[in-house]
């Protein structure tokens, strides 16, 4: 017997069917002999619906009471899914961040978790309850209630299961696990077993969306397992560990474990760049909350440089009106701008020590004659800049060339 | 400078706009120099919707979980106040019951006040915060969530204005006041300008559904002053005092100050009771759950009175299957029921000194050949029960002969 974790998402509890679905869920762990305490998200669409109302009465509202707001949702999905509980002759108790001590600072809206009073919890655990936590939430110690920004829920998940000593966090949601590449575009993409907090933080970073990546970090930090599942279908899903484990648990000595891409990318090239010009150029962009990615400085002379990076294509228009104001101070000659560019990259934590890895993906590229804008390496990711009109393609490739592709 | 507390119910706050309408009047209270402490409930509506789907996952729903669901209709329209009245410039703060620290028993679905800590308020005070609280809603010794009932929000109003000391507790409703009669049938009603609890409480229990009664209770007790006062119009509203202020403030000598109606009456006549069955009549009708209202036993014989009796027209069914069921035992002769009856009620606490009263409704309503069935007296209220056809006739008779008219 032991503590269960299970966190699940908004459209997991989108409805009062999929809420029982959940109660029948949880009923088949608690059958298996473990002591389950649930986290939820608001129904789907609640937050968006509170959110909206708020912005009516004012387009920046107060933060405080925005956090009082949305903080409802998540009371309303707590307790529908204790009644189900109950109904069904399990002996359930739904409660509240202040109920169980969830103690965070007073960042409202991106509040983070200080501590948790386990009192409560472990004397409803002994008496053999269900609990169910409003996740999200916390409180400050004024007893404010303060939330812990988007996907917060995942983190209070993670947090109680550290809290609890649980054998695992469950994050059950729309998809059965973490794929080996987005099953959109790379068909024969799998269902990746295991995989260390190392890559799944990475692979976050990059553009793949499972997660939310401060409670990945809060697991990575207490080495508390985390699985994904799906909370529509059977599955083991992906259990991600630390990286020794990880690496017990692998059956392939396959140096990379993903293909993660990222779509929403925008390159630009400024030519004729002095060193001593470039902190300036950064400056003026960082006024501009235009968060570079990838950056490359190309050229032998030191007056006259080349500057590549990419950044979030939502920013583009921003950076180059940024760039425009500084051009009369001659910081650099003129500037290349592409709109329609990706990010594709290999993930792994065998990666660093293969350093042919970089090589195999530009000789794999290059055999498609997928020409390489940028290309950046970290410890255990290799990235490229690409036409995005070549992203479908290059993705298949390197998945298949890295020996990822399922059998059927 | 003076506390008010000022209340708010649900059609009050029912859309965004409205929830603006209410923060413009906390204002001009505010520009006034009062410190506001205003009280909520749910948004209309809201309630009612919370508990559609809880009874749609469970008939009879946990007690304990749904008082968590309900609770969480007032957090929504405090917290949207809140940043309504601080986009005004207001320094404003929502509260939850367990941050004013509103302790009650664990009745859920009913629970009683039984102490408020008013540290966390009087704080907030004296940094010249409107405080908007969550009404409806407490926590037991054991931080649960609790709820008090239905209307429950008057009396969260009444316990804050007692806690506070506060000059008066303000009811904003969709009514200007407390009429001297319901103006849907007697079109010369008028406003009442002050009248005691004692009057109140007795137009409560005989059908006048303004302020929930133990909201009045709580303000008897404590003799906290009420006003009421609507939400949509400007007024002075009805103030509801102690006894002698009461007395005090009217400014005639009608012994009278409201006549009160109340439409969903049923009368049984039971005939040869004997005394000594008269209790087994009852018992058997306490058992289905019936509540007699006027009771009146005639004859005199001890073997062979009549028994007649009003009820609520909903259980009159009940209450005759009930009795069919006994009949075995010779408790009685026949029954005679009757469905479209109304009981009409003369109240005023200068009643009991004019026992004139009495002999002139009679008067009045036989002048128009109104027939009375059954007839009542208490301290401060004279009922009288008729065929329900006759009920607008009689409520306006009584009205103009106790000259209640009003004169536009």
């Known amino acids: ?63 405080r009471e925005l956090d009082m707001l949305l903080s409802s ?19 359930a108790i739904s409660l509240l961040a202040h109920q169980v001590g969830i103690q965070t600072d007073n960042r ?4 983070r978790i200080q501590s948790i009073d386990t009192k409560r919890l472990t004397q409803a655990l002994s008496q053999e309850q269900v609990i169910v936590v409003a996740g999200f939430q916390g409180q400050d110690v004024e007893h404010n209630v303060t939330t812990l920004g988007r996907g917060g829920s995942d983190t209070s998940a993670v947090a109680l299961a550290v809290a609890l000593k649980a054998a695992e966090a469950q994050i059950f949601t729309d ?26 933080l990475v692979m976050a970073s990059l553009g793949a969306k499972v997660l939310q990546n401060r409670a990945v970090e809060y697991a990575f930090r207490h080495q508390m397992p985390i699985r994904v599942l799906s909370s529509f279908s059977q599955g083991e899903g992906t259990l991600v ?10 059956q392939s000595n396959n140096p990379v474990s993903s293909v993660v891409h990222d779509q929403q990318q925008a390159l630009i090239c400024l030519t004729d760049v002095a060193d001593n010009a470039v902190s300036s150029i950064f400056d003026c962009l960082e006024k501009a909350n235009v968060e570079l990615d990838m950056v490359q400085l190309v050229g032998e002379s030191s007056l006259a440089k080349q500057l590549l990076f990419t950044l979030n294509r939502d920013k583009l228009e921003y950076a180059r009106n940024a760039l425009q104001e500084i051009t009369m101070f001659n910081k650099f000659g003129t500037i290349r701008s592409r709109e329609s560019v990706a990010k594709i990259s290999a993930v792994g934590i065998g990666l660093n020590s293969h350093t042919k890895v970089v090589g195999k993906i ?18 255990i990711s290799c990235s490229v800049v690409i036409d995005e009109t070549n992203l479908v393609q290059a993705a298949q490739i390197l998945h298949s060339g890295f020996g990822l592709d399922s059998s059927n």
């Open 1 to 63: 017997m032991a503590i269960i974790v299970q966190k699940y998402g908004g459209t997991s509890v989108g409805s009062l069917s999929r809420i029982e679905a959940v109660a029948e869920n949880i009923i088949t762990t608690v059958r298996q002999g473990h002591q389950v305490v649930v986290v939820l998200s608001a129904m789907a669409g609640e937050t968006n619906r509170l959110l909206a109302m708020a912005r009516q009465l004012d387009a920046t509202p107060a933060s």
């Open 73 to 91: 949702g998540e009371q309303v999905s707590i307790s529908l899914l204790a009644i189900a509980l109950v109904q069904r002759g399990i002996s």
């Open 108 to 111: 409202f809206g991106a509040a």
């Open 175 to 200: 998809v059965d696990g973490v794929y080996s590449a987005d099953p959109r575009i790379v068909e024969k993409a799998q269902r990746i077993a295991s995989l260390s907090f190392d890559e799944m």
């Open 241 to 250: 560990l630390p990286k020794s484990q990880a690496l017990a648990e692998s």
């Open 362 to 379: 530009v000789a794999l590229l290059a055999s498609a004659e997928i020409d390489i804008e940028l290309i950046s390496t970290s410890e």
